[in-house]
C-alpha cells in the first residue's frame, strides 16, 4: 500500500520561500507522475503543480506559475516543491498525490489517487 508523507510546512513572511517534501513508500515513484495541492479554509482543494513519470512535463495552477517550481527525485523517492515570493494567499494545507498508473504525464492529475496528510504553510503579512 502506497503511503506519502509530506513535510517541510510552517510559518514565513510574505516574500519568502520554504521547500515542501513528500516521502513515498511502498511504491516507486519512478515511473508514476506525481503532484501537489492545497485546500485553504473554507475553500475546494486546488490544483497546484504536477511533474510527469520521466520528469520531463510539468504543469502549474495559474495562481503559482513562474513562483513554485517541483521536482522528483527518484533515487530517494522523494517529491519536493519550492515554494517562492510566497504571499497570505497561499496559506493553506499542502497535500502531495501520485499517479493511479504508471507512465503518466503533468497533465493527468485528475487521476492522481492517492493521498498524503498534508503539511500546513502560513505565510503573515
Known amino acids: 500500500q502506497v503511503q506519502l508523507v509530506e513535510s517541510g510546512g510552517g510559518v514565513v513572511q510574505h516574500g519568502g520561500s520554504l521547500t515542501l517534501s513528500c516521502a513515498v513508500s511502498?511504491?516507486?515513484?519512478?515511473?508514476?507522475?506525481m503532484g501537489w495541492f492545497r485546500q485553504a479554509p473554507g475553500k475546494a482543494r486546488e490544483f497546484i503543480a504536477a511533474?510527469?513519470?520521466?520528469?520531463?512535463?510539468?504543469q502549474f495552477g495559474d495562481s503559482v506559475k513562474g513562483r513554485f517550481t517541483i521536482s522528483k527525485d527518484n533515487a530517494k523517492n522523494t517529491l519536493t516543491l519550492q515554494l517562492n515570493s510566497l504571499n497570505p494567499e497561499d496559506t493553506a494545507d499542502y497535500y502531495c498525490?501520485?499517479?493511479?498508473?504508471?507512465?503518466?504525464?503533468?497533465?493527468?492529475?485528475?487521476?492522481?489517487?492517492?493521498w498524503g496528510q498534508g503539511t500546513q504553510v502560513t505565510v503573515s503579512s
Open positions: 511533474i510527469g513519470w520521466a520528469s520531463v512535463s510539468t
Open positions: 511502498g511504491r516507486t515513484i519512478a515511473t508514476y507522475a
Open positions: 498525490a501520485i499517479d493511479s498508473l504508471p507512465f503518466g504525464r503533468a497533465f493527468d492529475w485528475g487521476r492522481f489517487g492517492s
